[in-house]
């Protein structure tokens, strides 16, 4: 089972593939958090997205189109995975599927994760607070710049997967385990 899970920032990607991960056996792989280890350990990669990650837009889809292909190459990728912050545009879209393709896999699943701007703008507020600001890019003023991107670069691709009947749509706005039964009903 290779799932995308689609959604603005805050929206609760990551939370809910951190759940729905275990009962399926899957790899949970999450760009945002690919790429903050990458700024961690100071690599080629890390040194390359930092400013950009910083300014609330998206890294070039060359870099982190070959993060996932690399990550995806992985043991615990074989079951299958849960994609959380990829793609994020049209060329990464593509890409992955010439990459499944390649290894004669395909996409069972896209689950768009929808919640209003406004409510974003609260648990983002929340996040960084409880955080203690541990990412330089949880703050109102970045936030507004990722969902614009969201909304201009991210979301047009949502038409390329309900053309292929794969789009499920999900309420967000719910409790965490209202969502998760929602993503599961969604799957089954
Ligand atoms: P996230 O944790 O998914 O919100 O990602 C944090 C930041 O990492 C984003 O604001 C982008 O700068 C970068 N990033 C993560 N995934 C991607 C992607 N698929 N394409 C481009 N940039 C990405």
Known sequence: MNIIFFGPP????GTQAAIIKNDFGLAHLSTGDMLRAAVAAGTE?????????????????DLIISVVAERIEEPDCANGFILD????????????????AKKGKSLTAVIEVRVPDAVLVGRIEKRAAE???????????TLKKRLAVYH???????????????????????????????????LS
Request: glycine share 10%; no cysteine.
């Open 85 to 100: 912050g990829f793609p994020r545009t049209l060329p990464q879209a593509q890409a992955l599927d010439r990459m499944l």
């Open 131 to 141: 955080t203690g600001g541990a990412r330089a890019d949880d703050n109102p003023e």
């Open 152 to 186: 201009e670069q991210t979301a047009p691709v949502l038409p390329y997967y309900e053309q292929a009947g794969l789009l499920r749509v999900i309420d967000g706005n719910r409790d965490i385990a209202d969502v998760t039964a929602a993503i599961k009903a969604a």
């Open 45 to 61: 990669v890390g040194q390359q997205a930092k400013a950009v990650m910083d300014e609330g837009k998206l890294v070039p889809d």
């Open 10 to 13: 805050g929206a609760g990607k």
